[in-house]
């Protein structure tokens, strides 16, 4: 063997000499050992604390802009603590199952979680990793939520101490009074009002295993607010939740079999939340959880958040809605009284603030905020839209005339749309046809066919895009022709949005209403209200200069005044279920509306036909009204602002209609889109329309065809539609 054959071989059994197992056996249990006395130690150094602060928690506070009091969330956490022996046996089993079922067996600390949970941690995976009963017990009453090494090592230590010292049953009592549930609500017994509106005592089963199975993620598995996908985990962990319990023996396989998902109650204001003031603090909350606060956030109090609301502004916003609404219904012995619902909210176009909102009769006695709510169709308050687009993609007509204000249009009723897959022939209200319509003149009178066919011109794709970019929200929004009528949904607090960024030259407006929001552990960034150019400056005046006669002459002229200038524009959904009025000065932008509710269980859509017995409601009527009384007290009795119109397209085409020489006392037309393939009714419907013509009527059929429309023909398929594209003459959307 050579010299180096011998340092390789010797060095190879110096290796192995060093590495045997005796010496790695050595070192495994020395480090055993290391830890076995630090984690010795550590058990000697931390003691079982005093309880913390969570039962003295601190109110929030809310202010108006100017300072002054708004409200104060109740200074005591809503909590009350009941006896174990209070809540029954089987809800108690419920929790346990859901959260721990070695509960009733083990030493209170689960290591494997617990690692896991380390190294969650440790990696900034965050929640991540299970615990125990015992150990959610002690970090909930004795330590903070802080997800760090320290916090979870102190929490393993003192939950073997108090598995110790203290019995499962007064664990799970303290657990159960401690744990958050959502809906404000700390303990079980709060959680139970709150959700199923009865005792602790009083729950059943099936309603504990729900609340059991929520504690996992109390926002999202909220019924009241969950999505579809929430909705199927939350009955997925109830479900295993149940089986669980018959896996221990606590519940019968032919009793689980019987049970059915129990649907929780929808959500009340709490308390000293009466009138518009729930409603604010809760737009103000939901803007806050926007911004990453999170409800334990928000429920543990030390807030002092400050609101753009101006406080005269929304004290003026509810005297006109009493005075031009409230005042003029009969609730009590009218049906169709009864079921309407008011919203509005007001931004200022500048900065984005939402100055003023009201949503609804009151928080304690309508939960749901008729100013932030997304279930309605803004009906023909979209239609500046699609000019919008048509004008920011340079969009011409099927003759390729470029769309401007001057151009001209067939306002035949039930017109077929040309160059579109999809056929959309709308109904004109009272099915009215106009001889040779401009764009104003459409937009004046709301004629459904020219916009129907000025969206397949500005291609229905480009429309959405520039909608959604303007703020409106893509919920129900197919690209299809029928988005003209304004058939997807959106909120008045959106739409305020939507028009304050035309108010805005085209510069992108977000309502905001916290300015501020302040705590001593935690930060919140406030939301910019103002953002970048989403659409030119000379396509958004053009729409502008649009809807000031809209309101001077059009559909809007309830609310022209002399005191200010103003732009807006009318809608009235299908069948009147909704009508708007959506409208600005240079100063303030509020969109107004009116909703038919339900007032049976389950609420749902109603007519708004024959509010305050008025015949048909619509966007030119009450909510025009709201809007001028509103906007004349908010301006202090007028403004001399104007609008600094800047390029406003006049389009290729221009023609002077010729005034007739009587005027028409035919109301004016209503958008009809139906979600039915009905064939339109070649006679008018009798209803009132919103708008009323001016001194030129429209002719009964068009005349020689103008430029840069076709010439009206039957659309692809027109006689075998798809649903939803071609409305019946039952329908009344759009204004």
């Not at 985990?233 to 606590?250: H, P, Q, S």
């Not at 334990?296 to 004290?315: A, F, H, P, R």
């Not at 024959?610 to 619509?618: K, L």
């Not at 039957?714 to 039952?730: C, F, I, L, N």
Request: aromatic residues 6%.
């Amino acid at each position: 063997m050579g010299r180096a054959d011998a340092r390789r071989a010797g060095g190879s059994g110096g290796t192995r000499r060093f590495f045997t197992w005796r010496r790695l056996l050595g070192t495994f249990f020395g480090l055993c050992l290391l830890v076995m006395g630090a984690f010795a130690a550590l058990y000697v150094y931390v003691d079982v604390p005093a309880a913390n602060a969570q039962a003295q928690k601190q109110s929030n506070v809310y202010k108006y802009s100017d300072g002054t009091l708004l409200a104060r969330s109740n200074s005591e956490v809503n909590r009350e603590i009941v006896d174990l022996g209070v809540v029954p046996k089987s809800v108690q089993h419920a929790f346990v199952a859901a959260e721990n079922k070695s509960f009733y067996r083990d030493q209170g600390v689960d290591l494997k979680g617990t690692t896991r949970g380390l190294l969650n941690t440790l990696s900034g995976k965050g929640k991540q990793g299970g615990s125990t009963i015992t150990q959610q017990y002690v970090k909930n009453y004795y330590l903070t939520q802080d997800q760090t090494v320290t916090r979870k090592l102190k929490e393993l230590v003192i939950s073997l101490k108090v598995d110790q010292r203290m019995e499962k049953d007064d664990i799970l009592a303290g657990y159960l009074n401690t744990v958050y549930y959502g809906r404000g609500a700390s303990g079980i017994q709060a959680a139970a009002q709150a959700y199923y509106g009865v005792d602790a005592k009083d729950l059943d089963t099936a309603q504990g295993a729900y609340l059991a199975a929520l504690l996992q993620a109390p926002s999202q598995y909220d019924w009241a607010n969950a999505t579809p996908g929430g909705k199927k985990l939350v009955k997925e962990r109830w479900a295993y939740t149940l089986d669980n319990m018959v896996d221990e023996g606590w519940l019968d396989r032919a009793e689980r079999d019987k049970m059915t998902f129990p649907v929780p109650d929808q959500p009340k204001a709490a308390p000293g939340m009466e009138g518009q003031t729930g409603y604010l603090v809760e737009a103000a909350n939901n803007e806050m959880k926007r911004q990453g606060i999170t409800d334990e956030m928000l429920d543990s109090g030390g807030w002092t958040v400050t609101l753009n609301i101006d406080k005269k502004k929304q004290k003026q916003l509810e005297k006109s809605v009493d005075r031009q609404l409230e005042d003029q219904l009969d609730r009590e012995n009218s049906k169709v009284d009864a079921t309407v619902q008011a919203g509005a909210t007001s931004v200022d176009p500048r900065t984005g603030k939402v100055v003023a909102l009201y949503g609804g009769v009151g928080a304690t006695e309508h939960y749901i905020s008729n100013a932030t709510r997304q279930d309605y169709q803004p009906a023909s308050t979209f239609k500046p839209l699609v000019l919008a687009s048509a004008l920011e993609n340079g969009a011409t007509t099927q003759d390729g005339d470029l769309i401007g204000l001057d151009t001209v249009y067939d306002g035949t009723s039930k017109r077929p749309v040309v160059g579109s897959d999809i056929p959309f022939a709308p109904q004109n209200e009272d099915d009215i046809s106009y001889d040779s319509p401009t764009v104003q003149r459409a937009m004046d009178k709301s004629i459904n066919s020219v916009f129907a066919q000025m969206v397949v011109d500005a291609d229905p794709s480009a429309v959405k895009k520039t909608a959604l970019a303007l703020g409106v929200p893509d919920k129900n929004f197919p690209e299809t022709p029928s988005m003209t009528l304004g058939t997807m949904n959106a909120s008045t607090w959106d739409m305020a949005g939507v028009y304050a960024t035309l108010d805005n030259h085209g510069k992108k407006v977000t309502p905001t209403i916290v300015k501020s929001a302040v705590h001593r552990d935690r930060t919140m960034e406030p939301v910019d209200g103002v953002g970048g150019q989403v659409i030119s400056r000379a396509s958004a005046d053009t729409v502008t200069k649009a809807l000031t006669e809209v309101v001077d002459v059009g559909s809007g002229r309830e609310a022209s005044t002399s005191a200010y200038d103003a732009a807006g524009k009318t809608g009235t959904s299908e069948d009147n279920k909704a009508a708007w009025f959506t409208a600005y000065t240079p100063e303030l932008t509020t969109a107004v509306a009116l909703f038919g509710e339900s007032t049976a269980d389950g609420g749902g859509q109603v007519s708004l036909t024959g509010t305050a017995n008025s015949g048909r409601a619509n966007g030119g009527g009450f909510p025009a009204r709201i809007w001028a009384d509103y906007t004349l007290g908010a301006l202090g009795g007028g403004s001399n602002a104007t609008f600094d119109l800047q390029g406003v397209e006049r389009g290729e085409t221009a023609v002077t209609e010729t005034p007739p020489a009587t005027p028409s006392e035919t109301p004016e037309p209503s958008e009809t889109p139906s979600e039915e393939p009905e064939t339109p009714s070649e006679s008018p419907s009798g209803t009132p329309g919103e708008e009323s013509p001016s001194a030129e009527p429209p002719s009964d059929s068009p005349s020689a065809t103008p430029s840069g429309s076709p010439t009206p023909t039957k659309g692809p398929g027109d006689e075998d539609e798809p649903p939803g594209e071609r409305p019946g003459s039952d329908g009344l959307l759009g204004q």
